[in-house]
């Protein structure tokens, strides 16, 4: 995605003094300025992101008192996104829902999720943000598989959401909607992230709590209303959350607390990993964040204070903890030209390097082919051969599969180049099951060849397997550089 023009620039003026500042470092590594550039998008970009919307696409959806869908979506460049989509009754006034999207689009900090983008095109109004590939704290506390978050990764959670809400606090956003496990997302790190759709309205009258009443602050129960100290309230059953590996009631879990019992509200499976000093402070906290008078509870700084110093293992990858794999990712100025197009997904480039290369690396296929051409057979297969190339130039890629197809019922020997042909106009005609299929017989003819894991990694991206798409441009990228150091020496 490019630096485009925005509809909104006008909003967003350099002229501005609370415009965002060149976007900061997140881990260490340099913000992707083009991703995080916020910008109106045309409805059609969207629709095409998420194959128009396509349920496969879903990644969440709320309940009636929330009646929206996030997908997943891959903008051009091969950026992965979240796309928010609210119904059609809840924004009614565009202009408003651009203005309140663009406010929210100006924060940028590494422990928030970047909303990068919006939509109010007819009765369509969506928000768009950045992906978190691992999961929401809601998966991995309460659903999951392999193991239990430690301890230290609780307090690392608590102490990175008390540093968003402080940070939402400075910048004057000081209402969170909704807090809960599910808007608390992990990303490539596995360091944990606050969504920014919770400082988004699922409507313009701000009646936005869609989880079970037990859970919602007082306040919004006598008055529908929304204020800060409800944000304080959310973080308490977070708190809860964290603490019990359950999700608990606030009534309940005060109730335990005050019998003095309140390391019974602790999680069975963490056992062994804490000072019980630490816990109880914990708890301690969470009984101050869920006090049924709003001026009772702590603030963000004192979020801050009290957990910061829990933290034990801050040199410890959030990835390592969580017992997550992380991809290494080849880095484009490592790649081939034809690597760099996979991993852009530009499939023109892509189209333009298979017809350079031609037939060259089947290692003189060709003329063991050409010197049978008297016969009858052999003369036909070369014309079918000729009549695919030439559909295959002229990205008629309907008729390219046509007569790949006839050619490789013909050949007495299986040829990877025709594979990879083919395979590449399956993919131009939406047929990916076909082209990772072919691909996948392209490497079989050739074991090492990088075009054949490039055009695997095209085919599995288009499918949304991201992470073994990953790992397939990783390999053909490494088989790429053991051809040009052996042509080297």
């Known amino acids: 995605m490019g630096c485009l023009h925005s509809k909104t620039a006008n909003l ?25 550039n916020f910008k109106e998008f045309e409805l059609n970009e969207l629709r095409k992101a998420t194959n128009g919307f396509s349920p496969s696409c879903i990644v969440s959806e709320g309940g009636e008192k929330a009646p929206n869908v996030v997908y997943r979506g891959k903008l051009e460049g091969n950026h992965l996104v979240a796309i928010k989509r609210f119904s059609r009754q809840s924004w009614p006034d565009a202009q408003q829902f651009v203005v309140e999207a663009t406010g929210v689009g100006k924060l940028r900090n590494k422990r928030i999720v970047s909303l990068i983008g919006c939509c109010a095109e007819g009765d369509e109004r969506l928000l768009v943000a950045e992906y978190m590939p691992n999961d929401t704290l809601s998966k991995h506390l309460f659903h999951w598989e392999k193991q239990p978050l430690p301890w230290d990764m609780r307090v690392r959670i608590a102490d990175f959401i008390a540093q968003a809400l402080d940070y939402c606090n400075i910048e004057n956003r000081k ?28 409507s313009r009258d701000g009646k936005s709590y869609s989880t079970n009443l037990a859970y919602t602050p007082p306040e919004f129960l006598r008055t529908g209303r929304v204020i800060p100290e409800s944000v304080i309230f959310s973080y308490g059953t977070i ?61 963000t700084k004192f979020l801050l204070s009290a957990v910061a110093p829990l933290q034990k293992q801050e040199e410890v990858a959030s990835h390592v ?71 295959f130039r002229d990205k008629d890629f309907k008729n390219s599969i046509e007569y790949y197809s006839k050619l490789v019922g013909m050949m007495p020997v299986p040829s990877a180049t025709v594979f990879a042909r083919r395979a590449f106009s399956y993919l131009m005609t939406d047929q990916q099951e076909l082209a990772l299929r072919d691909a ?36 053909g990228a490494a088989y790429d550089a053991k051809r040009q150091n052996s042509w080297r020496c």
Not at 359 to 388: C, H, I, P
């Open 175 to 202: 209402i969170y909607h909704d807090l809960n496990a599910y808007r608390i997302l992990f990303d490539e790190e596995g360091d944990p992230r606050l969504s920014t759709f919770g400082l988004m309205k699922n």
């Open 321 to 391: 903890l969580m017992g997550l794999p992380k991809n290494t990712v080849i880095l484009p100025t490592m790649l081939s030209p034809l690597g760099k197009a996979c991993a852009k997904m530009d499939l023109a480039t892509f189209h333009d390097i298979l017809l350079k290369t031609g037939y060259r690396d089947e290692e003189g296929a060709e003329n063991e082919l050409s010197f049978q051409e008297w016969t009858q057979q052999v003369q036909e297969m070369l014309n079918t051969k000729k009549f695919g190339d030439i559909a």
């Open 239 to 299: 708190l809860l959350d964290l603490l019990s590996g359950k999700h608990i009631p606030p009534s309940h879990a005060l109730d335990i607390i005050r019998g003095k019992n309140a390391l019974l509200l602790m999680d069975s499976s963490l056992e062994g990993q804490y000072a019980n000093e630490d816990a109880t402070k914990l708890v301690e906290l969470a009984s101050k964040c869920l006090q049924s008078e709003a001026k009772d509870r702590p603030d």
């Open 440 to 475: 996948m017989q392209a490497q079989v003819c050739i074991p090492e060849w990088p075009t054949a894991f490039y055009l695997q990694a095209l085919a599995l991206s288009k499918l949304g397997m991201e992470t073994d798409a990953q790992d397939m441009l990783n390999d």
């Open 12 to 36: 967003l003026s350099s002229d501005d003094p609370s415009a965002p500042n060149k976007p900061e470092s997140v881990n260490g590594d340099q913000v992707d300025q083009e991703i995080q």
